[in-house]
């Protein structure tokens, strides 16, 4: 406590959600579904046409007060929404036990793919909103709050370069599976 009232403490949360959807796609043999993926593939809204996806929308909240002679985040709260899209044979009762067993493979690496993308994002904000919390600024707040959206746009671009380069390194690996 501080002589004349309490301390104020700050506070930064890195909150997220995950939904999951399906792509029906049609077919009882692997080049029946590949054919149906390609011809209804999943749209991601930056690369196009997906067999899988991972989207996300975020927003950051920020509040600032002068504490001690400086300008300081008194909360901050970054939501990432994210939406994972996999395909779903809606034929799979009509497919051999190979296909059904080659298909949940190649499912389970789409999968396993996407959430590598999620916990990319999720262990950089768990980076940045920490630090983001720590930043501090002169007396009045003027521009801090600017300064904290620079700040956490800046580490999110880098998070994007990790993504790009995590897809290049894996890219090959799924698109490599024996369903395909």
């Given at each position: 406590?501080?002589?004349?009232?309490?301390?104020?403490?700050a506070h930064?949360d890195l909150?997220?959600?995950?939904?999951?959807?399906?792509?029906?796609v049609r077919?009882?043999t692997?080049?029946?579904?590949?054919r149906s993926m390609n011809?209804h593939p999943?749209m991601d809204?930056?690369d196009?046409?997906?067999?899988a996806?991972?989207?996300?929308?975020?927003?950051?909240?920020?509040?600032?007060?002068?504490k001690?002679g400086a300008?300081?985040v008194?909360?901050?709260?970054?939501?990432w929404r994210?939406?994972?899209?996999l395909p779903?044979?809606v034929d799979?009762?009509?497919?051999?036990?190979s296909t059904?067993a080659s298909?949940?493979?190649f499912?389970?690496?789409?999968k396993?793919?996407e959430?590598?993308?999620?916990?990319?994002f999720?262990?950089c904000?768990n980076k940045?909103?920490?630090?983001a919390?720590?930043?501090?600024?002169?007396?009045g707040?003027?521009?801090m709050q600017?300064k904290v959206?620079?700040?956490?746009?800046?580490?999110y671009?880098s998070?994007?370069?990790?993504?790009?380069?995590?897809?290049r390194?894996?890219?090959?690996?799924?698109?490599?599976?024996p369903?395909?």
């Amino acid at each position: 406590l501080a002589v004349g009232g309490p301390a104020t403490v700050a506070h930064a949360d890195l909150v997220y959600t995950t939904q999951y959807r399906e792509n029906r796609v049609r077919g009882t043999t692997p080049s029946e579904v590949w054919r149906s993926m390609n011809a209804h593939p999943i749209m991601d809204p930056d690369d196009g046409a997906a067999y899988a996806n991972l989207t996300h929308d975020h927003d950051l909240k920020v509040r600032v007060t002068t504490k001690g002679g400086a300008c300081r985040v008194s909360d901050l709260t970054f939501r990432w929404r994210f939406v994972l899209t996999l395909p779903k044979a809606v034929d799979y009762g009509g497919m051999s036990p190979s296909t059904k067993a080659s298909w949940n493979n190649f499912v389970a690496a789409l999968k396993r793919h996407e959430e590598t993308h999620r916990a990319i994002f999720i262990a950089c904000g768990n980076k940045f909103v920490p630090a983001a919390e720590k930043l501090t600024g002169p007396a009045g707040c003027f521009g801090m709050q600017r300064k904290v959206r620079r700040y956490v746009d800046q580490r999110y671009a880098s998070c994007m370069d990790e993504q790009r380069a995590f897809e290049r390194r894996d890219r090959s690996r799924i698109l490599g599976l024996p369903f395909i």
